[in-house]
C-alpha cells in the first residue's frame, strides 16, 4: 500500500521563510530511517503558493490561475511519499514527524494512492501493459 503524507501549509511555508538547519538535518534524520527501513519512496517540500500556477478547466478549456492563494489551510508545503503494509504503519510512521517543524505545530495528511487492483475490471489487460512499459519511477510498486 502506498501513502501520501502531505505537511500543510501555514503562514511560515506561504511566506517562503526557509526551514531552519535544526529542521533541515531533523527531516533529513527521519528520511533517513524511513529509507533505512524500506519504506521511502519520494518526499520533498514545496514552494509557497505565490510561485503556483493552477489550471482550472470549465467545458474543457483551460484557464491558468496564478498564486499566491488565500486559503493557506487548504495548500500543501510537502509530501513523503511512502510504501507500507498498513494504514495503521503509514500511520505509526508518521508519529516521529521532527519535532522542530514549527515547534511542533503541524498537520500532516495521511492519504493512501489508488493501485491497479482498486480499478477491478476498468483497468484492462492493455492498461497493465501500459503499466509496465512505463518508466520503473512511475510504475505501482508491490511491498
Known amino acids: 500500500m502506498q501513502f501520501m503524507l502531505i505537511r500543510k501549509a501555514d503562514n511560515s511555508t506561504e511566506a517562503g521563510t526557509l526551514s531552519s ?10 528520511k533517513e530511517e524511513m529509507g533505512k527501513d524500506g519504506i521511502l519512496l519520494a518526499g520533498e517540500g514545496l514552494q509557497p503558493s505565490s510561485k503556483v500556477s493552477r489550471v482550472k478547466f470549465s467545458s474543457g ?6 498564486g499566491p492563494f488565500a486559503e493557506t489551510k487548504e495548500l500543501i508545503a510537502g509530501f ?5 503494509k498498513s494504514r495503521q504503519e503509514a500511520i505509526d510512521g508518521v508519529k516521529p514527524w521532527p ?3 514549527s515547534d511542533g ?3 500532516i ?6 493501485e491497479p487492483e482498486d480499478f477491478g475490471p476498468e483497468f484492462t ?12 519511477r512511475w510504475k505501482t510498486k508491490k511491498q
Open 61 to 66: 478549456k483551460p484557464t491558468v490561475i496564478d
Open 109 to 114: 495528511e495521511i492519504r493512501q494512492l489508488f
Open 105 to 107: 505545530n503541524v498537520e
Open 80 to 84: 513523503t511519499l511512502i510504501q507500507v
Open 21 to 30: 538547519q535544526q529542521f533541515i538535518a531533523d527531516m533529513g534524520k527521519y
Open 99 to 101: 519535532a522542530s517543524d
Open 125 to 136: 489487460l492493455g492498461m497493465r501493459e501500459a503499466e509496465e512499459k512505463m518508466p520503473s
